[in-house]
């Protein structure tokens, strides 16, 4: 009787064995994509098979680079504790800011030589499934506080043998030169840090009849749409 007893516990382990041989489980939890066999077909013959491919949704990330002067800047803020250095932002394609904020959770060890640019990775979270892998977003990412600066449009920064410069105009309707430092950008602008007042009106279009001491109507300037870099959220496969 313990003979058979001990054969029928051999039995029901190796069916369980078998059994386990006909379920598949995905290592990570997310979307399952068009299946690859179909049922009942034959797999795993001299190789693996691929049967689907799983997307993790939930966290999604987003891969992006920014400059090495920009690196060196979110270093310094994250060396300071300043609130908010990891957070990063995510604009979607119509132009809505996605309600999670996300985290930095990887940075490049190598500068790419062409763009002088280091790749970083942020992790965000996507409990609703709103983002998809794929999808191009434009991250913001917050490099530190940094007071007392301007953002002055491409179009009016001017560079000759002496430095950065812009035009201005002045109390008495003239235009004057004043030269800046302006080293770094965002989103298309150029982030003067030293060289401008409260209450300078900077010449941002028709720079080519504004000459320094040449008589200028000043009208206020409409900037265009701000046009930004995208970044496609990556997800895991399995």
Not at 36 to 46: I, K
Not at 216 to 222: F, G, L, N, S, Y
């Amino acid at each position: 009787a313990s003979a058979a007893v001990a054969e029928a516990r051999a039995a029901l382990a190796s069916s369980r064995i078998s059994l386990g041989y006909a379920s598949v489980r995905a290592p990570i939890s997310g979307r399952a994509g068009r299946a690859q066999v179909t049922e009942g077909a034959l797999v795993g013959q001299g190789g693996a098979t691929l049967l689907t491919t799983v997307d993790q949704i939930d966290p999604l990330y987003a891969n992006f680079s920014i400059s090495i002067a920009e690196l060196d800047q979110l270093r310094r803020a994250q060396s300071q504790g300043e609130p908010g250095d990891r957070d990063v932002q995510v604009v979607l394609p119509d132009g809505t800011t996605y309600g999670k904020r996300g985290s930095l959770d990887f940075e490049g060890s190598v500068v790419d030589p062409a763009t002088g640019a280091v790749s970083l990775r942020a992790r965000l979270p996507n409990p609703e499934h709103r983002l998809l892998p794929g999808t191009y977003v434009t991250v913001r990412a917050t490099l530190g506080l940094q007071p007392s600066v301007y953002l002055v449009p491409q179009t009016a920064v001017l560079r000759d043998a002496q430095g950065a410069y812009v035009l201005v105009v002045g109390a008495d309707g003239k235009a004057a030169r004043k030269d800046i430092g302006a080293d770094r950008q965002q989103e298309g602008m150029w982030i003067v840090d030293r060289g401008l007042a409260p209450g300078d009106r900077v010449i941002v279009s028709g720079l080519q009849k504004a000459q320094p001491g040449a008589t200028v109507k000043a009208m206020p300037w409409k900037p265009d749409a701000p046009v930004a870099a995208n970044a496609p959220a990556a997800a895991p496969k399995g």
